[in-house]
C-alpha cells in the first residue's frame, strides 16, 4: 500500500513540529546556560556590560544550538512517533498495510530537507554570528583581538614588543615549529610612526623573540643593513599563535573550501577544517540517521510496551553519536583516518545499525 498525500502531510507536519519545538527547548536552555557563563566571565570587568552579555549570547547561541540539532531531531522523532503511538494512529496505520519503511519516509523526507537548509542557510548565518561572537570576546573578555590572519598573500602577523608594534607578513608557515618563511616585519613606534623594516629568509620563534636568518634591517634613514642572523623581541607566544587561528565555526560553509585552499597555500595544516566542511556536508544524512534510530526505540515501545526503554534507549543512542563523533574527529585530525571518512563515519555506522535493528523488528 502506498501512503497518501494527506496521511504523508499529516505525518510529515506531526515530525516536524514535535522536532521544532524540540529545538526551541534546547535553545532556550542552550542561551540561559550560555548567559550564565558570560555573566561570570564578564563579572570583573567594569566595560562590560548586560546588554553586551545578551547579544553575545545571541550571537553564540545558533552555534552551540546547531550542535544540538542532530539530537533534537532524535528526541523530537521519538516523542512524535510515541504520541502517534499513545493515541492508536500508528497501530491503525500499520494495520492498514503501511510497512514502516512507508511510515518512516515522510519523518526521513523532513528530516533531509533541515539538513539541506542547515548547509545552505543555517551555517552561513551560523558562521557570520559566531565571527563576530568571536571578535567581541576577544575585545571584552579576552582583552585582545586576533593576532593572525591568512589571506592569498600569505601570513599577517600582528605583535607587540618592547619598543612598540610590529607588523609581520611570511609567504609560508611550518605550523608545527611556528618558523615562517619569506618574511618581511614592518616597525612601528608606540605613536603608530612607521620606524622602518626587516626583511628575513626565515624567522623561527624562540622564547621572547623572533631568530631570524639572513635579515636585512632598513631603517626610515640610512642603509640597509645585513644580518646572517638576528633577535627580534616579540611579547607572542606558541600558544598565543595557535590560539589565533581561525576556529571552523566561523567559517562558512560556502567560503571552506577557498579558505582551506588558501591556508594549504601558505604552509596551514588544513585537516581541520576539511573535516568540519565534511562533518557540514553529511548533516542530513546525520538527521536521517537521528529518525531511523528514534523509529527503532519508538517500534520498541509500541510492540513491548515501556517508556523507561524509549527514555534509556534514547539517551544511550545520544551518547553513542557523541562518542562515535568525537572518535572520529580525534582520529582524524591526529591523521588516522582521511578527513571525509572521519566525518562521515559516525552517521554511516549508526545509520547500519538503526537499518539493522529496523529489519529486525519489521521482517525478523
Known amino acids: 500500500m502506498n501512503l ?36 561570570r566571565r564578564g563579572s570583573e570587568r567594569e566595560t562590560v556590560t548586560f546588554g553586551l552579555l545578551v547579544g553575545m549570547a545571541i550571537l553564540d547561541l545558533p552555534r552551540v544550538a546547531g550542535t544540538t540539532l542532530p539530537f533534537a531531531v532524535l528526541f523530537g522523532g521519538m516523542a512524535a512517533f510515541l504520541r502517534l503511538t499513545r493515541n492508536q494512529e500508528m497501530v491503525v496505520v500499520r494495520a492498514s498495510g503501511v510497512s514502516v519503511w512507508q511510515f518512516l519516509a515522510p519523518a526521513l523526507i523532513v528530516a533531509f530537507l533541515m539538513g539541506v537548509f542547515v548547509v545552505t542557510i543555517y551555517n ?39 619598543k612598540g608594534q610590529s607588523v609581520i607578513h611570511a609567504l609560508r608557515v611550518d605550523e608545527q615549529m611556528i618558523r615562517l618563511n619569506e618574511v618581511t616585519i614592518f616597525l612601528y613606534r608606540r605613536d603608530n610612526e612607521y620606524q622602518g623594516r626587516i626583511d628575513a629568509a626565515s624567522a623561527l620563534l624562540r622564547d621572547g623573540y623572533w631568530s631570524l636568518k639572513d635579515a636585512w634591517i632598513t631603517p626610515t634613514e640610512g642603509q640597509p643593513v645585513f644580518h646572517a642572523s638576528y633577535e627580534q623581541p616579540t611579547s607572542l607566544t606558541k600558544s598565543q599563535v595557535e590560539e589565533s587561528f581561525a576556529n571552523p565555526n566561523t567559517i562558512s560553509f560556502w567560503e571552506l573550501p577557498h579558505f582551506i585552499q588558501t591556508a594549504e597555500a601558505a604552509g596551514f595544516s588544513a585537516r581541520r577544517y576539511q573535516i568540519h566542511f565534511y562533518e557540514i556536508l553529511a548533516t542530513p544524512l546525520l538527521l536521517c540517521t537521528m529518525v531511523l534510530i528514534a523509529a527503532v526505540f519508538s517500534l520498541r515501545v509500541s510492540r513491548l510496551g515501556g517508556l523507561i526503554q524509549l527514555i534509556v534507549g534514547g539517551i544511550f543512542s545520544g551518547f553513542l553519536v557523541f562518542f562515535l563523533g568525537d572518535l572520529s574527529l580525534a582520529l582524524g585530525i591526529s591523521g588516522f583516518l582521511p578527513p571525509f571518512l572521519a566525518a562521515w563515519a559516525p552517521s554511516v555506522a549508526v545509520m547500519f545499525l538503526g537499518l539493522a535493528v529496523l529489519f529486525h523488528l519489521e521482517d525478523g
Open 4 to 39: 497518501s498525500w494527506t496521511l504523508s502531510t499529516y505525518l510529515s507536519r506531526s515530525f516536524f513540529v514535535v522536532v521544532a519545538l524540540t529545538f526551541l527547548l534546547f535553545l532556550s536552555l542552550i542561551f540561559m546556560i550560555d548567559l550564565v557563563e558570560l555573566m
Open 124 to 162: 552561513p548565518v551560523s558562521a557570520t554570528m559566531a565571527a563576530r561572537y568571536e571578535q567581541l570576546d576577544s575585545k571584552y573578555l579576552k582583552g585582545r583581538s586576533s593576532l593572525l590572519a591568512v589571506s592569498k598573500n600569505g601570513l599577517w602577523l600582528r605583535q607587540a614588543d618592547p
